[in-house]
């Protein structure tokens, strides 16, 4: 019987200051005037059906005194007395007559202190006068659990002492036992567990486990009756510890990139290290998942599932997850106090989503060069590559005239400009083909045209007499329509000039062509140098240029 440490001390004072006082009234007399009265503050019936008495004070030795009554009642018979006490507690159970019922029946303690003065406590406690059912011990069919073996049978047997007749005999069958213990199932997580079994006819239970971890801090005790109490404390269940696997995993995931709703297959293998061979063998039943987040290393739980299996017997597993997004996969074996050790192998599937090109722009210049600029949409737009495509009628035979790689982005889109040597007329697009990031998109055809021109130059004389001499320079501009090469009225036409040793061409002279599309420009010869006329375009029609005319300065 396990006595409280308050008690203990509470206890054992009572014995000491019950010796002294003993001793005191052998050998000193005049001692007992300090005598100090005392109170009972509790009466405990033990296991055994011995009674504790708990006092504050002293307690002559020999003198203290337990009556037990039928009731409360002013005139209730006494049923029994007891004068036999060692230190507190009765020498033997207390017997009450044959045919008491079982039941609590009031006590009075008498005492007397050092001095010889009369204690008494009415009603002090109550005598609990049941049969007292203890179990001595509990046992576990194995010390540990592994991830193969999980299952423990925990058992026991249940004594029962009847005060009545003094006699101890098995519990009679169908008592119920009340067991509870923890679960270890995850680093600082415990879970508790209470169940309750019936004895068999022997007095003996049993009950088959499957704790989650290390099972601990289990106790089991009978459940109280109207003729049965049980035991102060309960019995302790042994712990069970939880035996973790060493293991190690492959996985990989298959094709890297799919359309959103389309399946990949997420397939690998498990093998465990067993002792006996001092190697890695296959690990059958391991339960192995696929989330889209890390695995939880304290607490084992498996955060957003996307999808899981057990091993066959050869430790492969495969199965099936639908892509919605771009998602990093985790595969690995699920965790637990058997798992506790987390591999994680890590993969990527890929899901293109839709863009587009918003605020397209596109222009030919003069010169033949096709521009454009636009912004290509999406997160994951950088790094993606646009095509500038060329096709004659807009529909077909389309030609690729230049390409780029987009940079980085705002988080929305990505900002692009594209430009190569375009066609007198045609139709231009920016094209994206499909990326493990972003889906294709196709931006509809722009046409684009300019008229073609040519001109010619000549000069009245390449030899002037001087530098102030008058030198005329003329020519013919000409425009391609659809019936052929038109003489271009109301052309821009600009003289230059670039004197000898000089890298740096200068405009002399502007005007315009008249209806037959001549020029006509007279001007000083200025000295040594080169001539040459062209066409200021306007947004219609392409530039050209003459060609060059050295005029030498006699």
């Not at 059906?49 to 409360?72: D, F, H, K, N, Q």
């Not at 890929?350 to 210049?365: I, K, R, Y």
């Not at 096709?391 to 692009?416: A, K």
């Not at 046409?447 to 130059?457: N, Y």
């Amino acid at each position: 019987m396990r006595i409280s440490r308050t008690r203990r001390r509470a206890l054992i004072g009572t014995t000491a200051v019950s010796l002294s006082a003993a001793l005191g009234v052998a050998l000193a007399p005049a001692a007992s005037a300090d005598s100090t009265p005392g109170s009972v503050y509790n009466v405990v019936t033990q296991d055994d059906g011995t009674v504790t008495v708990y006092i504050t004070g002293e307690v002559a030795t020999g003198s203290l005194r337990l009556s037990v009554r039928a009731s409360t009642a002013a005139d209730a018979p006494v049923l029994a007395v007891v004068d036999g006490f060692t230190a507190g507690h009765t020498n033997d159970a207390v017997r009450l007559p044959a045919g008491t019922a079982y039941g609590d029946y009031p006590v009075d303690v008498d005492w007397q202190l050092g001095d010889g003065t009369q204690e008494h406590a009415g009603d002090a406690g109550t005598l609990d006068y049941r049969k007292h059912a203890s179990i001595p011990n509990v046992t576990a069919d194995r010390t540990v659990t592994d991830f193969t073996h999980r299952s423990v049978t925990l058992g026991g047997h249940v004594d029962v002492l009847d005060p009545a007749t003094g006699v101890t005999a098995p519990a009679p069958a169908a008592t119920p036992v009340k067991l509870t213990w923890w679960d270890d199932v995850a680093p600082g997580s415990r879970v508790q567990h209470t169940q309750t079994v019936a004895t068999d006819d022997a007095g003996t239970f049993t009950l088959p486990v499957t704790p989650g971890g290390t099972l601990e801090s289990g106790t089991a005790q009978v459940v109280a009756g109207d003729d049965i109490a049980p035991a102060i404390s309960p019995a302790a269940v042994p712990t069970v510890q939880a035996q973790s696997e060493t293991y190690q995993i492959t996985a990989s995931s298959t094709p890297a990139s799919v359309h959103k709703g389309q399946s990949i297959t997420v397939k690998g293998k498990v093998t465990r290290y067993d002792a006996a061979t001092g190697g890695y063998v296959p690990f059958a039943g391991a339960p192995v998942v696929t989330t889209s987040v890390e695995p939880d290393y304290y607490g084992y739980t498996v955060p957003h599932r996307l999808a899981g299996t057990t091993t066959a017997a050869d430790g492969s597993f495969s199965y099936s997850i639908t892509a919605n997004m771009t998602t990093t996969l985790h595969t690995y074996v699920a965790p637990s106090p058997y798992l506790p050790n987390i591999q994680e192998v890590q993969s990527t599937v890929t899901v293109p989503v839709a863009t587009s090109v918003t605020l397209p722009a596109f222009s030919l210049d003069q010169y033949g060069t096709v521009k454009t600029t636009g912004r290509l949409t999406g997160a994951q737009c950088g790094n993606q590559s646009l095509w500038l495509q060329y096709s004659p009628n807009g529909r077909s035979n389309w030609l690729n005239l230049s390409h780029i790689t987009t940079g980085y982005g705002n988080g929305s889109y990505c900002s692009f400009v594209m430009q190569a040597y375009g066609y007198i007329d045609g139709y231009y697009r920016v094209v994206h083909f499909e990326s493990p990031q972003l889906l294709a998109y196709t931006e509809p055809a722009h046409r684009l045209r300019r008229t073609d021109t040519q001109m010619s130059i000549a000069a009245s004389t390449t030899r002037p007499a001087s530098a102030t001499s008058k030198v005329t320079f003329s020519g013919v501009v000409i425009a391609r329509v659809s019936s052929g090469w038109v003489h271009y009225n109301h052309a821009h036409v600009v003289l230059v000039y670039r004197p000898k040793g000089d890298s740096q061409w200068y405009w002399v002279q502007k005007g315009y062509t008249n209806s037959a599309g001549r020029y006509t420009f007279t001007t000083p010869a200025y000295g040594d140098g080169t001539w040459a006329a062209y066409l200021d375009a306007d947004s219609t029609h392409f530039a050209s240029e003459t060609k060059d005319v050295y005029v030498d300065v006699r």
